[in-house]
């Protein structure tokens, strides 16, 4: 995934790209371990069919939330574009019935999704990451580029002071409701809990209102809230 130069001159950063979010509550009796035993053997099927070769999938548990009662996890799967995004889920609903039908959980929401990167951290992810996710509102007159321009300014002028956190804007396309009052969702990640404390720590000592970018992103017209975290396991 390559940075883009636009027409005055200045860095875009990265192409968008599709997402998908299976949010979901164990069945009676089941755990986690029944369900990262379940997404191995989903991957072992995954790879021999030779239709997921850029699927990434993570599972989700959340961590600091506002109530853990709704879900016990998320399945978040990521594809570079609809083309194979459809082409997967085309697949899985034909031949995956049998791995389907032993699911150790039951979604209560499915969300497709556009995201696009805004900075991506350097290293190998550890055993668990970690990642929050907030709601935003823009302001009137105020656009999703607008921020997103300001956004990939102030993450790359962070990461000349040592800053290594991953950071995400989505948009949700298919599998929401009329109830979630927003106009996007910002998603900031790191590729350990211990990572994302030494990269708070650098926020507040040396970012907040003391960088340019970060006082100009601020300055853009948006509003966000209902931050919640969830750890991080890769399958895929």
């Not at 991957?43 to 506002?66: Q, R």
Request: glycine share 8%.
């Amino acid at each position: 995934m390559g940075v883009n130069v636009i027409a005055d001159g200045h860095e875009s950063s990265y192409e968008p790209y599709k997402a998908e979010y299976y949010v979901g509550k164990l069945l009676p009796g089941k755990t986690m371990d029944d369900m990262v035993k379940w997404a191995m053997d989903w991957k072992e099927w995954a790879d021999e069919s030779g239709m997921y070769e850029n699927y990434n999938v993570n599972l989700m548990v959340p961590y600091f939330i506002n109530n853990g009662s709704t879900h016990d996890l998320m399945w978040y799967g990521r594809y570079p574009n609809s083309t194979e995004q459809f082409a997967g889920l085309d697949y899985w609903v034909n031949n995956g019935q049998k791995l389907a039908a032993k699911l150790p959980l039951k979604n209560n929401l499915v969300v497709e999704v556009w995201q696009r990167d805004v900075s991506v951290p350097e290293g190998e992810p550890g055993q668990t990451g970690y990642v929050m996710y907030q709601d935003c509102r823009l302001d009137e007159g105020v656009t999703g580029n607008d921020v997103y321009e300001a956004y990939y300014a102030y993450a790359k002028a962070a990461r000349e002071l040592g800053d290594n956190l991953g950071r995400k804007m989505m948009w949700p396309v298919t599998g929401t409701s009329e109830a979630w009052n927003y106009d996007f969702i910002v998603v900031m990640y790191a590729n350990s809990l211990a990572e994302y404390g030494v990269n708070n720590d650098l926020f507040w000592d040396q970012i907040n209102g003391k960088l340019e970018e970060n006082k100009a992103l601020g300055e853009v017209g948006y509003q966000c809230y209902n931050r919640r975290s969830y750890t991080t396991m890769n399958i895929k």
